[in-house]
């Protein structure tokens, strides 16, 4: 699984919109979006800081578990 669609799976697991999750990290919502999209590659390690931070203040909902990114 590329970065792209492991970043839309962690932001769809949370329950939030690119909006909310934009706001929640403090990111611009057009770099997100060129994230998920694509355009724009993101850092392996800042995807990694983002699961974990998801992970250690809500917890992914229903108990889902994510995929290992490789």
Not at 15 to 42: A, H, S
């Amino acid at each position: 699984m590329d970065s792209k669609d492991y970043l839309v799976e962690l932001r769809e697991s949370t329950g939030m919109t690119r909006k909310e999750f934009c706001e929640y990290f403090e990111i611009p919502y057009r770099t997100v979006q060129d994230w998920e999209l694509g355009n724009r590659k993101m850092p392996d390690y800042l995807l990694r800081l983002m699961e974990y931070k998801i992970r250690m203040e809500q917890g992914i909902k229903d108990g889902k578990e994510l995929e290992n990114n490789k």
